[in-house]
Antibody, heavy 123, light 107 residues
Framework: EVQLVESGGGLVRPGGSLRLSCSAS????????MHWVRQTPGKGLEYVST????????LYADSVKGRFTISRDNSKSTLYLQMNNLWTDDSATYFC????????????????WGRGTLVTVSS | DVQLTQSPSSVSASVGDRVTITCRAS??????LAWYQQRPGQAPSLLIY???SLHTGVPSRFSGSGSGTDFTLTISSLQPEDFAVYYC?????????FGQGTRLQNK
């Protein structure tokens, strides 16, 4: 089955850290650019970060730049998001999403989404 | 950043109705617009990109149109499974951005 399964969310205090993981199956993970997108009831869907298929290029939203790090292990078909110095505004459901683009580069169209993992930043 | 404004924010309709949702961009994005559907408790799913091309497996009752700054998503004959939230997304410039969503409710 083609799917993405996120894990690692939870409750963390402001200034704390979390590492999200996303396990991919049913497709050739190493072929595709991957992204993280988050969603809150108040701000809706928000782009977070991108990594190309080979991991050589990464991009970040200004709101997370310098605090979050995206990475991937193609041998394990797993995507990661290391989140440091978390703010209350980072509270959201985080989705791992697959780009439609095969190979290096981006289409920015997301044809496969995980179910999401909830991150709550609160004291 | 490109801002996307969807209208209406919420719409009530019945099975069999024709429904149109609008997305307006804050600047010209050519045809670099996608539409997503999010059913309750589920992740979004890709419907249309760019602007008017149906994604694989999407029923033909969905259609998209527009270019520049004004875009529409039309559902020609609502089915029960279409009651959901719909989002537009621009892929013209980084960072990609989403509209605030339109909730399609059963009247």
């Amino acid at each position: 089955e083609v799917q993405l399964v996120e894990s690692g969310g939870g409750l963390v205090r402001p200034g704390g850290s979390l590492r999200l993981s996303c396990s991919a199956s049913g497709f050739t993970f190493s072929t595709y650019t991957m992204h993280w997108v988050r969603q809150t009831p108040g701000k809706g869907l928000e782009y977070v970060s991108t990594i190309t298929n080979d991991g050589t290029s990464t991009l970040y939203a200004d709101s997370v730049k310098g605090r979050f790090t995206i990475s991937r292990d193609n041998s394990k078909s797993t995507l990661y998001l290391q989140m440091n110095n978390l703010w209350t505004d980072d509270s959201a459901t985080y989705f791992c999403v697959k780009d439609t683009r095969r190979g290096h580069g981006y289409n920015w169209n997301f044809d496969l989404w995980g179910r999401g993992t909830l991150v709550t930043v609160s004291s | 950043d490109v801002q996307l404004t969807q209208s209406p924010s919420s719409v009530s309709a019945s099975v069999g109705d024709r429904v149109t949702i609008t997305c307006r961009a804050s600047r010209d994005i050519s045809n670099w617009l996608a539409w997503y559907q999010q059913r309750p408790g589920q992740a979004p799913s890709l419907l249309i990109y760019p602007a008017s091309s149906l994604h694989t497996g999407v029923p033909s009752r969905f259609s998209g149109s527009g270019s520049g700054t004004d875009f529409t998503l039309t559902i020609s004959s609502l089915q029960p499974e279409d009651f959901a939230v719909y989002y537009c997304q621009q892929t013209s410039s980084f960072p990609i951005t989403f509209g605030q969503g339109t909730r399609l409710q059963n009247k």
